[in-house]
């Protein structure tokens, strides 16, 4: 069984910056590719961004040069650098670390208001 648990989210003004954080936890795996995928109000959820072990990255279009993904293989942490945030990255973030199945964290949420 393997265990992620996240962090970094909350309420921020327009142009400002979040970072996520997401560990995994368990016993005796080996994390493949790891990422976040976002789901605002009355959507569907859809890929923020990915990270491979050996730091192959893949991001939404619309995301490409304002979030960077990253990742400690040591700890099996994953990482989300969200800046210059607009009210539609709105959203219940989620990770996950692709195993032997995928895993999904519990969310966290992003605000982006004035």
């Known amino acids: 069984q393997v265990r992620l648990v996240e962090s970094g989210g909350g309420l921020v003004q327009p142009g400002g910056s979040l970072r996520l954080s997401c560990a995994a936890s368990?016993?005796?795996?080996?994390?493949?590719?790891m990422g976040w995928y976002r789901q605002a109000p009355g959507a569907q959820r859809e890929l923020v961004a990915s990270v491979s072990t050996g730091g192959s990255t893949n991001y939404a279009d619309s995301l490409k040069g304002r979030f960077t993904i990253s990742r400690d293989n040591a700890t099996n942490t994953v990482y989300l650098q969200m800046n210059s945030l607009k009210p539609e990255d709105t959203a219940v973030y989620y990770c996950y670390v692709l195993v032997w199945r995928i895993y999904w964290g519990q969310g966290t949420q992003v605000t982006v208001s004035s």
């Open positions: 368990g016993s005796s795996f080996s994390a493949n590719v």
